[in-house]
């Protein structure tokens, strides 16, 4: 009975990690990053502000909208082209603009393009994703920032506060992102900011996850018989 058991103990491991493998191997064949560069579309004619603005890459499809910090009022997705040689722009908030919504659109006044006081940035995409990495720009479209931070609300959740720097690279996971200013008092332009691009990639599949549990289970199981 013993013996019997432990063999199909094996032949249920065998199959879970040939499933496991089948899945994380589908999985990676779809866990390319994506990258969305906001700055590059603004720079190729894209410039202009958005009642939504939406981006697609790698079958990921990423929509940015502005809001007042409470989240109830609506403003402007503004995308900012690089107007200087070896400077950079991106993606930010307009409260008004000067005409129609859509590309060629100018916010007014024209230096409330960036996240700046009481705005927030807000980014949903088609499917749930870690975000490798931000490329932030300040307000004078350069790469340094005087000591503000970030707040950065995933899903709804709490805020988080992180330093505002160039090139950020802490792994941010879900589908709905809020990025706005968390020292509201500091104006100058460094401490406001654009983002210049995001690099993000499908979360790991519910479906491998659940494999990955049932290799535990089996085991734990076959240990307690053994």
């Given amino acids: 009975m013993g013996f019997n058991y432990s063999l199909r103990v094996i032949e249920m491991i065998k199959k879970s990690m040939i499933a496991a493998a089948f899945v994380a191997g589908l999985a990676a064949a779809s866990a390319n990053a994506a990258l969305f560069d906001f700055e590059a579309a603004a720079n190729a004619g894209g410039e202009g502000g958005f009642n939504s603005y939406s981006m697609s890459n790698d079958g990921i499809t990423v929509t940015a909208t502005g809001t007042d910090l409470s989240g109830n009022n609506r403003y402007y997705a503004y995308l900012d082209a690089d107007p200087w040689a070896g400077s950079g722009a991106g993606l930010g908030v307009c409260k008004a603009l000067n005409g129609a919504p859509g590309v060629g659109s100018s916010c007014t006044p024209s230096n409330d393009d960036n996240v700046t006081q009481g705005e927030k940035l807000h980014l949903v995409f088609s499917q749930e994703v870690t975000i490798e990495a931000i490329k932030f720009f300040n307000g004078e479209h350069q790469t340094n920032f005087a000591g503000n931070m970030v707040n950065v609300s995933i899903d709804g959740g709490a805020a988080v506060s992180y330093a505002l720097v160039n090139n950020f690279t802490t792994l941010l996971t879900g589908t709905k992102f809020d990025f706005w200013l968390a020292n509201q008092g500091l104006d100058a332009k460094q401490n406001k900011f654009y983002i210049s691009a995001i690099t993000a990639v ?22 307690k018989t053994a």
């Fill in 202 to 223: 499908p979360a790991p599949a519910p479906l491998l996850l659940g494999a990955l549990g049932l290799i535990g289970l089996v085991v734990a199981r076959r240990k």
